[in-house]
Nanobody, 119 residues
């Protein structure tokens, strides 16, 4: 069974930084993309950033210029460097892995890590 293990959440003041990490228990060969989503209380889960198999990244407008998604050489660990954090970034952040379509299930979620930004 594919698992995603997240770490790095916590409490930080506005303007501060945090780095999230997520490791998938599978090899890069079967990973199409990995990304970070977040869900604030009373809101829907939303995409924050995604990195594809080729290494290209994409960001939500709210994350552009402040957050950076990257991955390790093995390709099964991703990071989200979050700078200039704002109170509105407060949410549970979930790691996601999208695997080859021939696999089932092929959309895997981590358990989530809380990020709280105080004003």
């Amino acid at each position: 069974q594919v698992r995603l293990v997240e770490s790095g959440g916590g409490l930080v003041q506005a303007g501060g930084s945090l780095r999230l990490s997520c490791t998938a228990s599978v090899r890069m060969l079967i990973i199409r993309s990995m990304g970070w989503y977040r869900q604030a209380p009373g809101k829907q889960r939303e995409l924050v950033a995604i990195i594809t198999r080729s290494g290209s990244g994409d960001y939500a407008e709210s994350a552009k210029g402040r957050f950076t998604i990257s991955r390790d050489n093995a390709g099964n660990t991703i990071y989200l460097q979050m700078n200039s954090l704002k109170p509105e970034d407060t949410a549970v952040y979930y790691c996601n892995a999208n695997l080859l379509s021939t696999l089932s299930p092929n959309n895997i979620w981590g358990q989530g890590t809380q990020v709280t930004v105080s004003s």
